[in-house]
């Protein structure tokens, strides 16, 4: 796949086949594409938690809110969860400060996801206490976001933005819609 085909393919993915296991391998692979990109001042100071048991991720997800623009909604139902997460943390012992990185990683997760057929969810709307204490993650770790990962079971589609209206919506068979800014919208000329 081309990068703009996986780019494309990339959508938060909110609903999952929650039975089929992303295994150990996988999640490890995704995480060393994270390894593997770019660091601000080659810090690497990000660390992850890697969860794929029913009964871890039944806890974790606990933790989580979901798709703030669906108030009505609540998130995924048993059934449609995710089979697994990647926690992202900065080891603040190495440094606060961790730039841009957390989202270089993230965003090589996902698309290495998508390559494996995949999908996933950046979520940083977690109750960060609760979480803490259900991994056991020790205070020098500050907790930046759950990536949510696991087969789709949502079709996501991109449509042009109406009246810079950025709320995403589900028409009446589920589909996701994500309105997204024209090209020539985000490009500035300063003559």
Request: net charge positive.
């Given at each position: 796949m081309k990068l703009?085909?996986?780019?494309?393919?990339?959508?938060?993915?909110?609903?999952?086949?929650?039975?089929?296991?992303?295994?150990?391998?996988?999640?490890?692979e995704l995480v060393d594409l994270a390894r593997l990109g770019a660091s601000a001042r080659?810090?690497?100071?990000?660390?992850?938690?890697?969860?794929?048991?029913?009964?871890?991720?039944?806890?974790?997800?606990?933790?989580?809110?979901?798709?703030?623009y669906l108030k009505e909604w609540g998130g995924p139902e048993q059934g449609e969860r995710p089979s697994s997460y990647i926690i992202q943390v900065n080891d603040e012992l190495l440094s606060k400060n961790y730039f841009c990185d957390d989202g270089i990683a993230a965003q090589n997760i996902l698309l290495g996801a998508v390559e494996k057929g995949l999908g996933g969810c950046i979520l940083r709307a977690f109750r960060e206490k609760e979480l803490r204490v259900i991994?056991?993650?020790?205070?020098?770790?500050?907790?930046?976001q759950v990536i949510a990962i696991g087969k789709p079971k949502e079709k996501v589609v991109i449509e042009p933005m109406k009246d810079d209206d950025i709320k995403y919506w589900r028409d009446e068979k589920g589909v996701h819609h994500v309105p997204k800014r024209d090209l020539d919208d985000l490009i500035l000329s300063f003559d």
């Open positions: 703009k085909e996986l780019v494309l393919k990339n959508r938060s993915y909110r609903r999952f086949y929650q039975d089929v296991c992303v295994e150990d391998a996988d999640l490890r080659n810090g690497q100071t990000i660390r992850y938690f890697l969860v794929n048991t029913p009964h871890e991720n039944e806890k974790v997800f606990q933790t989580l809110s979901w798709a703030g991994l056991n993650i020790p205070a020098r770790f500050k907790i930046i």
